[in-house]
């Protein structure tokens, strides 16, 4: 009987699914989203920031100043005096650039005027060469703020949300986008913000416990070199050198850090917290901080030190004393100062000359404005203005035109922010939080400090210095409102649900007055619907 061969014919093979290589793509970006989260908020802030910078072909208010100080810095290495027809000279064509040797009078350090100068290498001076520093800076805080925020929180959404309601606030937009110290000065404060987290993080992982589970003494361990605190204090010191409100910041920040050393010490079990701070780690801190920061703000004058032109620069002359006037508000006695250069007499007299302008500025200016009304946006600046006929430069409107520059931030963030304030304060002082701790203390420092000086001259623009907090003051609320770890699913996209309702109403007030930020052409009609208020008018 012949047996009956069977054969199995294989089936053929699956495709393969797509969906394990889809997989693996999530994967791969979640596992970088700490980066690539950061990096698309600061790539859509660069892109509003950069689009059309070369417009308006003029100079938006105080860019009269900056960009000249700053071309000149580039070719003598101090500020030097230009005539009355400077504006019309630069901006005409042929351009002619009319710069004398002869010194000028400035109020404010050289440092924040050398970073502009770097634009004006580049690229000319021409606004968008003068702009262009400023937007780098506004786009880089934007990346800086992401950062900062995940590694506050603990969470990349709550960074990214933090940067992108930064990238859509108008008056950190309109500071990006005109070349002003402000918007400097904000990108050093921020990182030297930064740069004391990453401190507090390597500080506290060498108290922790070792291999063996042992924890060093919290009252006598030393920690040794801290890198990040000395970059604190260059960044810090950087701000001084752009505007001298750096001052309290600096101050502000140095308690920050060694109250944060004293908790750090009783985490690691030290029976005297405070006191053993301020043994081993006081000293250390006020060097990293103060000394880094002295060190670069006279460096930021080497130009005025290498030259013989810079206002003052002889001052001192065959003079002994160092001034029979008043200094920094205090009459002096004629003293024998001899032994002190004359480049560093006339330095210190060039800064007294300083101190007496900018505290003592009281001629009045149309957008001055109170600090009590900043937080709410009460008097935002007009930085250009221009009223058209119907036929010019597009205007097709029959009530005719207005093309200007609003320095105002975006009413909706800037009125949650009033919120999240006293949602910090309440977390700091019932819940110890020390990162509400954290964001209070940058606002004191940037901005209390202006309620000394009411009746000077000062303006709401100020504060894009404060808008990074307010960012994470709102984000820390807005991650509060998603609920706790471990909440219920409906709660959790209740809370969703009404923190992406806050944050597209910001975007979307943002993209409502966005023709006030960028000088765009359009109709008296629209204008006039965007003014809320009297006061912004």
């Known amino acids: 009987m012949t047996q009956a061969v069977v054969t199995h014919t294989p089936a053929p093979a699956a495709p393969v699914s797509p969906e394990p290589a889809r997989r693996g793509l999530v994967s791969w970006a979640v596992a970088r989203s700490g980066w690539l989260g950061p990096i698309a908020v600061a790539l859509f802030a660069g892109l509003l920031r950069f689009w059309r910078l070369g417009y308006p072909n003029a100079f938006v208010f105080d860019e009269t100043y900056y960009p000249k100080d700053a071309w000149s810095l580039l070719r003598q290495g101090y500020e030097g005096v230009w005539p009355d027809s400077a504006n019309a000279d630069i901006l005409g064509v042929p351009q002619r650039i009319p710069l004398t040797p002869a010194p000028e009078f400035i109020a404010h350090p050289p440092l924040g005027k050398w970073v502009i100068a770097l634009g004006e290498q580049l690229f000319g001076l021409h606004p968008f060469g ?38 859509v606030d108008g008056l950190q937009f309109v500071m990006s986008r005109v070349s002003l110290l402000d918007g400097v000065q904000m990108a050093f404060v921020l990182g030297a913000f930064g740069c004391l987290l990453v401190d507090r993080d390597h500080a506290r992982a060498r108290l922790a416990p070792g291999a063996d589970g042992g924890r060093p003494d919290g009252d006598r361990a030393k920690l040794g070199l801290r890198p990040w605190r000395i970059a604190a204090g ?73 030259t013989d032109g810079g206002y003052n620069r002889h001052w001192a002359g065959g003079r002994a004393g160092l001034s029979t006037e008043k200094l920094f508000g205090v009459s002096l006695p004629q003293v024998d100062m001899t032994w002190v250069p004359a480049a560093l007499r006339g330095w210190w007299h060039y800064h007294s000359q300083m101190w007496d302008f900018n505290t003592g500025l009281s001629t009045p200016h149309t957008y001055q404005s109170n600090p009590w009304s900043w937080l709410v946006q009460g008097r935002p600046v007009s930085m250009y203005w221009e009223q058209l006929p119907q036929g010019q430069k597009g205007c097709t409107a029959a009530g005719g035109c207005a093309s200007q520059i609003l320095g105002l931030g975006t009413p909706v963030l800037w009125w949650a922010a009033c919120f999240a304030l006293v949602y910090l304060l309440w977390r700091w002082f019932f819940r110890r939080d020390w990162r509400s701790g954290a964001v209070l203390c940058a606002v004191a420092g940037i901005y209390l400090p202006w309620f000394r000086y009411q009746e000077r001259t000062i303006f709401s623009f100020y504060m894009v210095v404060l808008v990074p907090f307010l960012c994470l003051a709102v984000a820390e609320m807005l991650g509060a409102m998603l609920g706790p770890p471990g909440c219920s699913p409906e709660r959790r996209r209740i809370g969703a649900a009404g923190a992406g309702v806050i944050v597209l109403a910001v975007m979307a007030c943002f993209a409502y007055f966005y023709p006030l930020y960028t000088a765009e052409v359009f109709p008296m009609t629209d204008w006039q619907d965007r003014m809320w208020f009297t006061s912004w008018i």
């Open 130 to 167: 003068w702009r262009f520093m400023t937007a780098l800076l506004g786009t880089l805080t934007v990346l800086m703020l992401a950062r900062i925020g995940r590694r506050l929180f603990g969470s990349t959404l709550i960074g990214c949300t933090a940067a992108l309601l930064m990238s």
């Open 234 to 306: 260059v960044l810090l010191g950087a701000a001084c050198a752009t505007k001298w409100n750096g001052l309290t910041i600096l101050a502000a920040f140095g308690l920050l850090t060694v109250l944060w050393d004293a908790s750090r010490r009783r985490w690691a079990g030290a029976r005297h917290p405070y006191r053993s701070m301020l043994r081993r780690d006081a000293g250390p801190a006020l060097l990293a901080t103060v000394g880094s920061a002295a060190v670069v703000y006279l460096a930021s004058w080497s130009g005025w030190f290498a």
